[in-house]
């Protein structure tokens, strides 16, 4: 672990505190050592996190991560931020952690995907255009999916999200692609029936 980054981390945090009327917060702890961290964010109309900040109660590697994370989502879209909060290696500036703080980095990492998934629920839940939105961090439409299903034949949520980035972000509109996909080996299932 580079104890010198951590040292500096600890005692002069970045983004310290909680974001004035964020679009999205989440709250993360660990049942390992005790330790809890809540990440509120500010989305600006590109979906561009435009403020993070966190408040962490544990140990200093701890603090250090969540303000090394806060720091490498500033400016990112969500899709990008949520990329990067499921890459161990944005932790790599502290060194190599020690088996007992690995979990640290996990619950930092884990505190900003579940605050990215709060606001993609949330900016689906308030969508006024026609058509449905399925993945807020790409801003991928029901019907962009559907189309694809169809064009390819895809069959997974993995292959939707090779095809078209729908699912690569934080991961909260999995289900939603599930539900479309069976509806679509569905709907093929009853096409290719013959007429009784």
Known sequence: MNEDIVRK??????NVGEVSSAD????????????????????????????AKFKAAG??????????LTSAVLSKTTAEAAVLAQSPSVLDQL????????????????????AIRNYSDAARAEW???????CSCFGISEERIETEIQRGQLRTV?????????????????????????DHIAGAALRGRPSS
């Open 95 to 114: 060194g190599s952690a020690l088996a007992d703080k690995q979990h640290c980095g996990g619950l930092a990492r884990e505190a900003m995907l579940s």
């Open 158 to 182: 993995a292959e939707v999200t090779q095809v078209c980035q729908a699912g690569a972000g934080c991961g909260s509109c999995y289900k939603l692609i599930e539900d479309i996909l069976d």
């Open 9 to 14: 981390s600890f005692l002069h945090p970045q």
């Open 59 to 68: 140990c200093s590697f701890l603090v250090a991560a969540n303000s090394v």
């Open 24 to 51: 999205a917060r989440a709250t993360a702890a660990s049942f390992v050592c005790g330790a809890v961290v809540r990440v509120t964010l500010k989305v600006d109309g590109e979906r561009r996190i435009v403020d």
């Open 128 to 134: 006024s255009a026609d058509d449905a939105l399925i």
